[in-house]
């Protein structure tokens, strides 16, 4: 479920299924790419409900997938659309983002943590790997080097390390405050200045890859993801 709370300049947009850590299911994403995308105000804040950000893509759907390869291309354009929205999107991480939610947030203009943030990439150990786009915003992001070594040892960090690496821009006790200035700022502004940062291209071939290297992961292992839910 994917509510949202207008507060003059500022769209406050929740993950809220707290009982599963804020799992997204394919509804979910289309609701979230809504709240952001269709936000009039010139920042959003994207957080979850509870002790987690977001778990990521929820394992039920993830184990039932006819198609992996639609699933992964359908989270790579909802990240790709938070990433483009005219709003600056900001990502309060507060408690734990895994997978998926490691990727909502790479797709946010600014990333601020809490003290209780936790963040990791554990789908290598599901013999998986996040595939909404991590693969291109990861390295962008922290680096190549500790894009792979944060990926491929499936090992969480906490807030400190986080910020070390780059993966988040600072470490905060309320990220809503932090939104609220940013739409202080002039908007018009926020929106020109976020265009110009964000003007990439060449990244099309790069996700067709990572959608079907995801899908033949998930064919592979498909049985091992619907055992791990039941633990």
């Known amino acids: 479920m994917i509510r949202t709370t207008d507060d003059g300049d500022l769209r406050v947009v929740t993950i809220d299924r707290p009982a599963r850590r804020n799992a997204l299911r394919p509804t979910d994403l289309d609701a979230l790419e809504a709240a952001v995308v269709e936000a009039d105000a010139p920042v959003v804040?994207?957080?979850?409900?509870?002790?987690?950000?977001?778990?990521?893509?929820?394992?039920?759907?993830?184990?039932?997938?006819?198609?992996?390869?639609?699933?992964?291309?359908?989270?790579?354009?909802?990240?790709?659309?938070?990433?483009?929205?005219?709003?600056?999107?900001?990502?309060?991480?507060?408690?734990?983002?895994?997978?998926g939610g490691v990727e909502l947030a790479l797709a946010c203009d600014v990333r601020v943590a809490t003290p209780r943030a936790t963040l990791g990439e554990p789908g290598v150990r599901l013999g998986l790997f996040g595939a909404w786009g991590g693969t291109v915003r990861l390295p962008r992001v922290v680096g190549e080097g500790h894009a792979l070594e944060f990926s491929l040892s499936g090992r969480v960090v906490d807030a400190d390390e986080a910020l070390r690496m780059g993966l988040v821009s600072r470490i905060v006790d309320d990220p809503r405050a932090v939104a609220a200035s940013m739409a202080d700022n002039d908007h018009r502004s926020l929106r020109i200045i976020k265009e110009r940062l964000?003007?990439?291209?060449?990244?099309?071939?790069?996700?067709?890859?990572?959608?079907?290297?995801?899908?033949?992961?998930?064919?592979?292992?498909?049985?091992?993801?619907a055992a791990s839910r039941e633990k």
């Open 198 to 225: 964000r003007d990439r291209d060449g990244r099309e071939a790069r996700l067709e890859r990572e959608a079907a290297g995801f899908a033949e992961l998930h064919r592979a292992n498909v049985d091992d993801i």
């Open 45 to 99: 804040l994207l957080r979850g409900n509870g002790p987690a950000f977001c778990a990521g893509a929820d394992l039920d759907s993830v184990a039932d997938l006819d198609d992996p390869e639609a699933f992964a291309k359908h989270g790579q354009r909802v990240a790709d659309a938070i990433e483009a929205a005219e709003s600056v999107v900001v990502a309060g991480i507060d408690g734990a983002a895994r997978g």
